[in-house]
Structure formats: C-alpha cells, structure tokens
Nanobody, 131 residues
Framework: QLQLVESGGGLVQPGGSLRLSCAVP????????IGWFRQAPGKEREGVSC????????DYADSVKGRFTISRDNAKYTVFLQMNSMKPEDTGVYYC????????????????????????WGQGTQVTVSS
C-alpha cells in the first residue's frame, strides 16, 4: 500500500484561500498520477482534480474550474491543491489518491476523476469554509 499524507486543511472564510499538500513516497513520485477528492457530510465522495505523473496534464471538476489549481513538485515528492475564492460548498474532507495510469504500452494516459480508478488513498484533511 502506497502511503499518502494530506496536510493544509483548516477553517477559512468564504472568498478565502487554502493550499493542501499531499506527500507522496519518493519511489512513487515520478510514476503515479495523483487525484484530489472530497466528501461533504451526507454526500458521496467526488473527484475535485487530478494530475498525471509527469505533471503535463490536469483535470478539474466543473465546480472548481477557475478557482482551484493542482500542481506537483516531484523533486519534493509533493502534490498541491491551491484553492482560491472558496465557497461554503467546498467544505468537506479532502483526500488525495494515487494510481499508476498507463496504457498497455506503458505510456502515460490522462487521469480519471472517478473513485474506482484509484487504489491508494490518504487519511484525509478537513476543510471548512464558513464565516
């Protein structure tokens, strides 16, 4: 099991910003796509954003496009989720996930923002947007 550790959650006012971090094991940093998911109370977990292992491609849920930015620093074995212009509906537990997403010929493919495609999960970090 690949160990992922999220950090950076907290309480923020509407319109504010937070940056989440996901620490990835050194041996996996160059080979695994990383996704961010969130789960609000009483709701199913949903995909927020993902980034390929190389960092060349990203994807976002429609609800966060233009407000959230995912990036990775493989030299520091960390993936970031910068969240700006936050809204109360962004509240939830945020999880990072990892998966090797490659084709049959071992070429990198686009990451997929759906739960079943991800095998490795962190413990989550709470984000609360409230005044």
């Amino acid at each position: 099991q690949l160990q992922l550790v999220e950090s950076g959650g907290g309480l923020v006012q509407p319109g504010g910003s937070l940056r989440l971090s996901c620490a990835v094991p050194a041996y996996a940093a160059d080979f695994y796509a990383i996704g961010w998911f969130r789960q609000a109370p009483g709701k199913e977990r949903e995909g927020v954003s993902c980034i390929t292992a190389s960092g060349s491609s990203t994807d976002y849920a429609d609800s966060v496009k233009g407000r959230f930015t995912i990036s990775r620093d493989n030299a520091k074995y960390t993936v970031f989720l910068q969240m700006n212009s936050m809204k109360p509906e962004d509240t939830g537990v945020y999880y990072c996930a990892a998966e090797r997403m490659v084709s049959a010929t071992n070429d990198e493919v686009m990451c997929i923002l759906r739960d079943p495609y991800w095998s490795h999960w962190g413990q989550g970090t709470q984000v609360t947007v409230s005044s």
